[in-house]
């Protein structure tokens, strides 16, 4: 299994008048693994959105495995989807189910809608071993009859990669998966995924806003300010003064259009 | 010069309080133009002796048969009055399992989610759409009738038949739960089924799989909800002829035996409390935060 | 993890996971109910399509054509004629009536539920509501509220389980074809019902400001005026324009004991076999309901929006 690539080519998007992303360039090879680092409404959210089409792009074009995602069949954008795992910052678990449900949810791109009702109703044995090894993997196998909404935190978050790899991802899309756990969690599973990654060759994307970790975890670093890529570098090569940078906003921008 | 501007006083009497008075309003004003008069509410004289007759008996209700004439071999009261409860249970049960059916499929057509979820274009939007609006229609058409009109509409055109009493109550509860239903599915949080988008699945599965199970607890819990009403319902159908308490209720009372009109009210009252129970303890059960 | 061990491990976790058995029993018995009536019921369906009922339903289909109507070729102006007719001699008043009803009757419910409500809301209905307050209550303090709580709440739930066409038929044999029998009907019933969730809702306001005033030393009336007032009003509106929209359903329908509502004229039609005038009627009903259920929604955005 080998990594999904991805491309943006001069990719503007507009939400209203907003200008969530201006004119961006950016390369991510197959089984790389990127941090996107910035303020809040820098970006990130909407460019870890373009790399699976959930977004369309105002200008430019977004490529992933050499395919352009506007020139796609909607068919064919399905297919390339569901090799591409996202996990989404509010994690997006269906708290009322069991956590074998929530996994096997990951597959729903693959099956039919008969195959998912079996699938999800009356699991046969043999994915309900991959659902067990994957929860295994993650740390959160005792969990796997519980529901959902019981689990903690962090358990959740788990919860949320496995469902993910359950679909056998040559891409992860990471939307700050760990914003709301306490410090010791977030490196954990910050860790988990990089390693993930590797392991499995699986390219990783994730968005984060705390930079001692990205650049502890990560080998390359994207920064995003006001809708604009500022540095794109491996971690060791960014300089300080380029995180306070990012940061510091002038009293004119805090003023002026609340950027 | 130009004073600076104060912060706007808010009314005295918000929109709140306004609608507050108006209906006090409205209430006298239905009064008035209804004609009636506090005197109205004092029996006359016929009236009050039935009053003094019939609530004399309300703590000694009947334990055998207050007719004239009672055949040799006649069961005791209390059993022809379970009899005819587990029938108001029954026409009940069977109503509400062909609402039920209608609820559901017409809820799903009927929420908005069902096709917002998609990225159709074209005929397909179209299609759907369409289906939608005739879904919504339907409903508003099956609630706004209610049961007991059904029933005569239905004993009206085809005469006494099981069948009339179970769609008479079938349909507006069916179109209620639909309403419901719709209204449930699409107040859930959707950021699940979003994410399920995002990761290829098709519409139906997100919708089946990722909302559906989340509005549940809360249209299992409207369902036993409805069950209770139906039960109400399938026992006033017995004033129109069909075999539930209420026939058995208006008979005792024409015969003016309210010794048994009481053990029939009582019987009902605590069928209704038990179903109360049951749907609120279930209720609590399900919907937990 | 070898395989099998796997599926051990995976066994030991099912059996482990967390189940409701009330609930999982409930749906079982209330699957068993829905599907068991229809074997235990009896219901004699065959009969419903039956050659004569579908005669029955043929000729109810040619009864319902207005009456100037049967038997000629459709005439847009005759129909109009007809329809105006039927909604000036019977239609307008009664709906009018039908409305009045409704509304009083859900006045009075309000009215008669928030005296209950307080009765039955164990925040309030204690001897020592919010805060302790002096001297610990006497064990015979304790168990009369806790008395009056119970009785309250007794009340009802009988106010509620019968249902209003069966109090409607009670009070019409005592008090007499007046309007009364019919808003007194709704009324009681509504007033279990308002009440109720009245009382769930004064039990769930927050007790931080409550607290705090009885901690200034106001009493219950001052309490209940003050804090739960304001806290309360939004949500008190919100049911009761939801009942209101009921009401207007069984007013309609409560005529046809013979009181002066829609129903009425709606029986009376059924009685004469004039099916046109009957459908004609049941319609109006619906149109009513309809224009109700309009109304309530748009109220009851308005209490909501309204900060």
């Known amino acids: 299994m080998t990594g999904a690539s991805f491309g943006l080519e001069g990719v503007s998007v507009r939400f209203d008048a907003f200008p969530a992303l201006s004119d961006v360039d950016l390369r991510i090879d197959a089984g790389e693994a990127v941090a996107l680092v910035g303020p809040s409404g820098s970006g990130k959210t909407t460019l870890l959105r373009l790399l699976n089409g959930t977004v369309r792009p105002s200008a430019g074009a977004v490529r992933v495995d050499g395919e352009r995602l506007d020139e796609v069949s909607r068919r064919r954008l399905r297919d390339i989807r569901s090799r591409l795992g996202f996990v989404p910052q509010d994690l997006a678990l269906v708290p009322n189910l069991r956590v074998v449900q929530n996994v096997l949810s990951g597959r729903l791109g693959r099956w039919s809608f008969l195959g998912a009702a079996r699938a999800l109703l009356a699991p046969p044995r043999a994915l309900v071993r991959e659902v067990h090894a994957l929860l295994d993997r993650v740390g959160v196998a005792e969990k796997l009859y519980q529901r959902t909404d019981r689990l903690s935190g962090g358990q959740r978050q788990r919860v949320a990669v496995a469902r993910a790899l359950f679909q056998e991802p040559s891409g992860l899309l990471a939307d700050e998966p760990v914003s709301s756990v306490d410090p010791a969690r977030a490196r954990d599973t910050v860790r988990l995924l990089t390693e993930l990654s590797s392991e499995r060759r699986i390219t990783l994307v994730m968005s984060l806003h705390n930079l001692e970790l990205a650049r502890a975890a990560f080998p390359r670093l994207v920064g995003l300010r006001r809708g604009r890529v500022v540095f794109d570098a491996p971690s060791d090569d960014v300089p300080a003064g380029a995180f306070e940078a990012l940061y510091d906003l002038t009293t004119e921008e805090l003023l002026g259009d609340g950027a | ?289 | 993890m070898s395989g099998a061990g796997r599926d051990l491990e995976i066994d030991r976790l099912r059996r482990a996971r967390p189940r409701d058995r009330f609930v999982r029993r409930s749906l079982f018995a209330f699957g068993a109910l829905l599907v068991g009536a229809w074997l235990v019921g009896g219901f004699d369906l065959g009969d419903a399509f039956s050659e004569q009922r579908l005669r029955n339903v043929d000729r109810f289909l040619g009864e319902i054509r207005p009456y100037p109507l049967q038997g000629e070729a459709w005439d847009h102006g005759v129909f109009l004629e007809w329809a105006r007719g039927l909604w000036v001699e019977k239609g307008a008043l009664a709906v009018g009536r039908t409305l009045g009803i409704a509304v009083l009757a859900i006045v009075l419910a309000a009215l008669l539920a928030l005296p209950f409500s307080l009765a039955a809301a164990r925040t309030v209905a204690t001897p020592e509501p919010y805060v302790p307050s002096g001297r610990p209550p006497t064990r015979w303090n304790r168990w009369a509220w806790r008395g009056l709580v119970g009785v309250t709440r007794t009340g009802l739930v009988f106010l509620r389980a019968l249902p209003e066409y069966v109090w409607a038929y009670l009070a019409l044999a005592i008090l007499g074809p007046t309007a009364w029998p019919a808003v007194l009907a709704l009324a009681l019933h509504n007033t279990g019902i308002l009440g109720r969730l009245y009382a769930e809702t004064v039990e769930n306001v927050p007790t931080g400001v409550p607290a705090a005033l009885r901690g200034l030393g106001a009493g219950r009336t001052q309490v209940a005026a003050a804090a739960l007032g304001p806290a309360l009003l939004p949500r008190l509106l919100l049911f009761f324009f939801y009942r209101w929209e009921t009401c207007v359903r069984e007013a309609t329908v409560l005529g046809m004991l013979g009181v002066v509502s829609l129903g009425y004229h709606i029986a009376d039609a059924r009685v004469r076999g004039r099916h046109d005038e009957f459908v004609f009627l049941v319609l109006l009903g619906a149109a009513i309901v309809l224009a109700g259920d309009l109304v309530s929604t748009w109220a009851r955005g308005l209490v909501r929006r309204a900060s």
Not at chain 2, 45 to 55: D, I, M, N, S
Not at chain 2, 163 to 187: H, M, N, Q, R, W
Not at chain 2, 265 to 272: D, E, G, Q, S
């Open chain 2, 1 to 289: 010069m130009t004073a600076p501007e104060l912060p706007r006083r808010p009314p005295a009497v918000g929109v709140r309080g306004l609608t507050l008075l108006l209906l006090l309003v409205a209430g006298a004003l239905s009064y008035e133009g209804l004609g009636l008069t506090a005197a109205g509410l004092w029996p006359n004289e016929g009236g009050l002796a039935v009053a003094r007759e019939f609530f004399g008996r309300a703590l000694t209700p009947a334990w055998t048969s207050e007719a004239r004439f009672v055949p040799p071999g006649t069961p005791p009261l209390l059993l022809d009055a379970l009899g005819a409860a587990g029938r108001t249970v029954l026409y009940a049960a069977a109503a509400m399992s062909l609402a039920l059916v209608i609820g559901v499929v017409l809820g799903f057509l009927a929420s908005s989610s069902w096709w917002t979820l998609g990225e159709r274009r074209g005929i397909g939007r179209t299609v759907t759409g369409a289906l939608w609006f005739v879904a919504r229609a339907v409903i508003a058409a099956m609630r706004s009738i209610h049961e007991l009109l059904w029933a005569v509409l239905l004993l009206a055109a085809m005469g006494l038949s099981d069948l009339a009493a179970l769609v008479a109550i079938a349909l507006p509860y069916g179109g209620t739960l639909a309403k419901i239903f719709s209204e449930l599915i699409d107040e859930a949080p959707r950021d699940a089924g979003e994410a399920l988008r995002g990761a290829g699945a098709p519409a139906l599965s997100v919708f089946t799989f990722a909302l559906v199970p989340r509005a549940a607890p809360d249209m299992i819990a409207y369902t036993f909800y409805r069950f209770e009403c139906a039960l109400r319902s399938s026992a006033v159908l017995g004033f129109f002829g069909f075999p539930t308490l209420g026939l058995e209720l208006r008979q005792s009372f024409r015969s003016t035996n309210y010794g048994e009109v009481w053990t029939y009210l009582y019987v009902l009252i605590a069928l209704v409390i038990v179903f109360d129970w049951w749907s609120g303890r279930l209720r609590r059960r399900l919907v937990t935060t």
